[in-house]
């Protein structure tokens, strides 16, 4: 996560993690048995997307005779290309490999089928009823993943992002009734992973739009729920540094919500510190460059 997170604001959707990079991923995922896997420059011999791949430099056969093994190693390497498409921002390319165990009952290929869906969906130019499709089927394989294994953060994590996106086909009532389901998730995900900062950064970004909801849309809220969601700046600001703290400076978002946060509670230094350290941020992404454009604005505005 990773990865990657939250660009839209409140008032079209809670949580949007955008296209947050995975951090920290090992480059060598190919590397299986002493042999190269992703060119396949000398021999031995693996599964690769559930076919027997065979060597051609040494000419060496390397036969597994348990079935159970060899669909261990076809799962394995499966999930191992995703991880790394993903860390490629090969979206595409991406969806179609998972789309292909849609019907698995494995959790680690549903909730990452959710979130390659929901990247689908995100794409520049995207269809709107593409789209809208595309939302309620990654809901659909987060939810499955939760059934499949309800101790899996990611799963969680993901059902959280993909309820919350769907709220803006549903109405206020039912968006604002998912808050309470969404917030229960994030934090079943932190219980289940402390150190997972992208679902401590959620989290802080949850408490954050609560905190700043308009007078009027608490009052609707109020209305519709007789204790509505809330949150303060405070609250909001733990869950920010504490994924600082797990993961420094994996996310550009998670400076820029540090900086923000800072202002809003009067801490000029500090909101100083951070906004500088999100201007800074290499830009890699597009998000990391709204990211940085709205730091020196920021910047700007305090002098």
Known sequence: MAGRILSRRF?????????????????????????????????GALVLLGLPVIGLGYGTVWRVQSPAAVLALETEDVLQQADYLYSCADTQKLHQLLLKHRDSDDAEFLWRLARASRDVSLLPNMDADRKKQLTYEALEFARKALEKDPTCFAAHKWFAICLSDV???????????NSFVIR????????LNPGDATSLHILGYWCFAFAELPWYQRKVAAVIFSSPPTSTFEEALQFFLKAEEVDPNFYSKNLLMLGKTYMVLKDRPKA?????KARDYPAHTLEDKEVHKEAVDLLRRLG
């Open 11 to 43: 008032g079209r959707t809670l949580l949007d993690l955008g296209s947050a990079r995975t951090r920290g991923l090992n480059r060598n995922l190919w590397t299986r048995f002493g042999r190269t896997a992703a060119g396949l420059e000398r021999g």
């Open 167 to 177: 709220g803006d086909y549903e109405g206020v009532k039912v968006k604002i009734g």
């Open 184 to 191: 229960e998730h994030l934090e079943k995900a932190i219980e």
């Open 272 to 276: 100083l510190m951070w906004l500088t």
